[in-house]
């Protein structure tokens, strides 16, 4: 199939407008490489910014309907964006824990939000450390566990405020005042000046907290989008019908499942007609009393008199579906906004500082999201919107600047990509492949044609029950087995998901080597016991881990 269709496949509300024309002819590359400088130094360092939740339907070198992001656009410009970049389990945690091992779920230990990370496991940071590069992690962990690896840490307790993060170090807690973004990217790059002077290679980790729920925006962008209607996506009222069980039984639709409060930032003092007193506008209550009385001030000046106009309103059914869509869409790309001009405020100082030119950067996040697809939010499906990530890597010399990559790749291969740049082997026990031939836009004839997905907190918030599934370039099966039900879509006709074809006589053959290829993905990667009670599955993880995978 041309790479062209295959874009279409996914980008979002269809292939058109003019940044996804720019990107195609981005395509055309692969040929004229650039030989790195040879008088640059073999070893790059490596700066990885981490969002939470950013999906790549809202960067618009992706081809957004929604925003612009014309820092990430430029990252993009730089180096190599990828159109085909997925997650292994998509929720944070074990994303994180997947980022750091390039192993999936089974083997880090990692399954839901509730396992603390064993920091006694190999990882990456270890392996650079251990190769004599200088390594630190500043922003979200949400691991539990100690970072291990680092030279230096600072990071949020737990999921963090977007406010005045107070952090996490080896000495104890430390106070920040400010707006959360602008905070970790200060001390990213007051970590990397101050060490500019050794003459080790870095990797820094710099790990942002938006666009996490409940997407709270920056003092910069309170008023931005205020006078736009932002489009909606075609299925904004979607039932589900052509789906299964798990898809009509969740609990993250933007109609029924958002608190007006906590979400949607309705006043706390203000009696909504149809909400009781509940925890979310205390939560809310809460958090907004920790903001200092300037922040304070700002916030109140740009809610307000939108919470009267929407009160005065008085919307009902659709219309309040559509309310709810804007007021959650326009937050969420708020904080984006902020996202975006960090990523630029760093580049600009690499550039300043003469590190750029050494320097691979990196944009990414743990997993994406729903804005108002199908009517959701929130993530955990192996649905298009939550297992694809935003990835776009810049480095200079390597990278053809501008290009586009349509291999399937995941994050199991972070790790052995950052361990190849430090010009390194990656330990042949992590799943993950190193993507540094790819990005030199050479593709290894054997590169992998399917990813393989599991996901499995459940009973948990939002209710998405287990499952395990597997993607191609075309399609996706998925076995939902605590319900023993599966879906079966095909991308290329149906690329929103809404019929599956698992019944479907047409595709009797096609499925019969989907679930052939679902069942060796789960044989090679020695996801043996999927179905198995997560306790069970712990204990198997760890032992893995004590054979084989440890790394004191
Ligand atoms: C919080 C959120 C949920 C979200 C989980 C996991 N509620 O519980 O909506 O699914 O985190 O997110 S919140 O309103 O309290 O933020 S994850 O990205 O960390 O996995
Ligand atoms: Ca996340």
């Known amino acids: 199939m041309p790479s062209t269709e295959r874009r279409s496949i996914w980008r979002q509300w269809g292939a058109t407008g003019a940044a996804a024309a720019a990107a195609i002819t981005g395509l055309a590359h692969t040929e004229a490489q650039a030989e790195p400088a040879a008088d640059a130094p073999s070893r790059p360092n490596i700066v990885f910014v981490f969002t939470d939740d950013h999906a790549a339907q809202a960067v ?10 014309p820092n990430l656009d430029r990252l993009a410009a730089q180096g190599t964006l990828f159109e085909n970049a997925f997650v292994a389990n998509s929720i944070c945690s074990p994303s994180r824990a997947t980022l750091w091992t390039g192993v999936h779920s089974h083997i880090n230990g990692v399954f839901t939000n509730r396992e603390a990370f064993d920091g006694q496991q190999q990882t990456f940071p270890k392996i650079l450390s251990e190769a004599g590069y200088e390594t630190a992690m500043i922003g979200k962990w949400h691991l539990e566990s100690e970072p291990t690896g680092f030279d230096y840490w600072e990071v949020l307790y737990g999921q963090g405020p977007y406010y005045n993060p107070p952090m996490r170090t080896p000495e104890g807690r430390v106070e920040h005042t400010g707006y959360t973004t602008d905070v970790i990217t200060d001390l990213t790059i007051e970590w990397i000046s101050e060490r500019v002077e050794s003459d080790k290679p870095f990797v820094v980790m710099s790990h942002h907290k938006a666009p996490h729920r409940n997407w709270k925006p920056g003092p910069d962008h309170l008023t931005l989008y205020d006078d736009v209607y932002i489009p909606e996506p075609p299925t904004l009222f979607s039932d589900h019908a052509g789906r299964g069980t798990a898809a009509k039984e969740q609990e993250m639709s933007i109609a029924d ?13 203000d009696d909504y007609w149809d909400e009781e007193a509940s925890q979310w506008r205390e939560r809310y209550r809460e958090r907004l009393g920790r903001l200092t009385d300037e922040q304070r001030e700002a916030w109140d000046a740009a809610y307000s008199p939108k919470n009267e ?19 959650y ?9 902020s996202v975006d001009d960090n990523v630029g405020r760093l580049m600009d100082y690499l550039e300043e500082e003469g590190l750029a030119e050494n320097t691979v950067f990196v944009y990414s996040s743990d997993q994406g999201f729903f804005l108002g697809e199908h009517g959701w939010y929130d993530k955990r499906w192996i ?18 600047p501008g290009s586009h990559n349509m291999d399937l790749v995941q994050n199991i291969d972070f790790a052995p990509t950052f361990i190849t740049m430090a010009g390194l082997d990656p330990p042949e026990n992590m799943q993950g492949r190193s993507l540094e031939p790819l990005l030199r836009g050479e593709t290894p004839e054997d590169w992998r044609e ?11 918030v939002h209710m ?49 080597e989907l679930k052939e290829e679902l069942y060796a993905l789960q044989e090679a990667y020695g996801d043996s016991d999927p179905q198995a009670p997560l306790e069970e599955q712990r204990e198997a993880a760890e032992e893995i881990r004590a054979a084989d995978y440890m790394m004191p």
């Not at 618009?60 to 992001?69: F, L, M």
């Not at 499942?257 to 003092?269: A, F, G, R, T």
């Not at 399917?450 to 948990?460: Q, T, V």
Request: overall charge negative.
């Open 464 to 512: 998405v029950n287990r499952h395990y599934g597997m993607r191609t370039d075309r399609y996706k099966i998925t076995h939902f087995y605590e319900l023993g039900e599966w879906e079966m879509y095909d991308l290329q006709r149906d690329p929103y998901e809404l019929n599956s074809v698992y019944d479907d006589p047409f595709y009797e053959e096609t499925r019969e």
């Open 383 to 400: 649905y298009e919107e939550s297992l694809r990530i935003p990835l776009i890597v810049s480095w200079p010399g390597v990278t053809e």
């Open 329 to 337: 869409v326009k937050d969420y790309l708020r904080t984006i906004a």
């Open 309 to 327: 106009a929407f009160l005065e309103a008085d919307l009902r059914g659709r219309d309040l579906v559509r309310w709810k869509y804007q007021r």
């Open 60 to 69: 618009s070198a992706y081809g957004s309907k929604i925003n612009e992001t």
């Open 450 to 460: 399917s990813i393989y997905y599991h996901y499995l907190e459940f009973p948990a």
């Open 257 to 269: 499942h958002m608190d007006i409060y906590w979400d949607l930032k309705l006043d706390p003092h």
